[in-house]
């Protein structure tokens, strides 16, 4: 974290330093795992790990790219604009709509295809720009908690050698969490508002 706020090392570099650190307390100071056993089997299994996550975000961006051509989220947008007139109305909607993107979309996808879309219309509805980004970002964690083909819960399906419907039931509570937060976020500007304006005195 260091390294990258203080502009010194990028993302990925800074997750190589991190794998670094790591290999050369496990190894050489902890002695908890042998580099001729272990790191074979824990380079194998994150190999397995990568694999599958590149998949599914293969299969997200073919998506994604369907989605571009088909016009789809332009087409809601206008939907939105000719039949959504109401504030409170408008966010429900938005919830809904980006809790489905966040599910079949990975974030990177969803904010280059959704966000400049999205962006005016919070604008002609009077809703601050941070709070929007905020309001986005939560949704689209929330779809990546929910059934069927939520991210996190394929990832943790195949992490933990279990069927995506356990560990749906095991994460219930942790949604229904996520839930009432983001309605809070939503309804409740004051929560993702009062720092930026506070910082900005």
């Not at 795992?33 to 975000?57: D, N, Q, Y």
């Not at 369907?66 to 959504?84: G, H, K, Q």
């Not at 908690?145 to 560990?167: A, D, I, M, Q």
Request: glycine content about 8%; charged content about 10%.
């Amino acid at each position: 974290l260091g390294g990258m706020f203080g502009g010194f090392a990028t993302p990925v570099e800074a997750s190589a330093l991190t794998a670094l650190y790591c290999f050369v307390i496990e190894v050489f100071i902890h002695r908890e795992l042998s580099i001729t056993r272990g790191v074979p089997k824990v380079a194998t299994e994150c190999g397995l790990l990568v694999g599958g996550i590149l998949l599914i975000l293969g299969v997200a961006l073919g998506f994604t790219n369907y989605m571009v051509d088909a016009e789809i989220p332009a087409a809601a947008i206008r939907w939105v604009t000719l039949y959504v007139h109401n504030r409170l109305v408008f966010l429900l909607l938005l919830n809904l709509f980006l809790t489905v993107v966040g599910c079949l979309m990975d974030i990177y996808s969803g904010i280059v295809v959704q966000a400049p879309l999205l962006a005016p219309l919070g604008t002609a509805f009077g809703i601050p720009p941070v709070h929007l980004g905020v309001v986005f970002l939560a949704n689209m964690e929330h779809g990546y908690l929910t059934p069927p083909v939520g991210l996190n819960l394929l990832l943790s399906s195949y992490r933990f050698r279990k069927t995506v419907p356990e560990v749906l039931r095991s994460v219930l509570p942790i949604i229904a969490l996520l839930t009432i937060a983001v309605l809070l976020i939503t309804y409740v500007p004051w929560l993702t508002t009062a720092l930026p304006e506070w910082a900005a005195r």
